[in-house]
C-alpha cells in the first residue's frame, strides 16, 4: 500500500470543500423549513411515502391541501400537526 503526503494546501482545499457542501445542506434545509406550502413531490420525499399513500391520507380526511388548478399544495403546519398527532412513543 503507498503512502500519500497530505500536505497544509491539501488540507485547506479539503476544508473550502467541506464548508461549501455544509452551506449548500444548510440553505436546502432552511428553505425547506421557512417554506409555508409543499407540493405533493415535496411531502412525498419528506415523509418518505408513495404517491398513493399521500393520496390515501389526502382522501381519508387526515391531511388538509389546497388546490389550486392543477397542483395541490399541503400547510406545512398541517403536516406537522398529523405527524404529531399519529406519533408513537414507546420510551417508558
Known amino acids: 500500500m503507498a503512502k500519500e503526503i497530505i500536505t497544509t494546501d491539501d488540507l485547506m482545499i479539503f476544508k473550502l470543500e467541506l464548508f461549501e457542501e455544509l452551506k449548500r445542506l444548510m440553505e436546502e434545509h432552511s ?4 417554506k409555508r406550502y409543499l407540493k405533493s413531490a415535496e411531502v412525498r420525499e419528506l415523509l418518505g411515502i ?3 399513500t399521500l393520496h390515501n391520507i389526502r382522501i381519508n380526511g387526515n391531511l388538509p391541501y389546497t388546490k389550486i388548478g392543477g397542483t395541490i399544495f399541503y400547510d406545512w403546519n398541517d403536516i406537522q400537526r398529523i405527524m404529531k398527532k399519529y406519533r408513537i412513543d414507546n420510551s417508558f
Not at 428553505?31 to 421557512?34: A, D, E, F, L, T
Open 31 to 34: 428553505y425547506r423549513k421557512n
Open 50 to 52: 408513495s404517491s398513493g
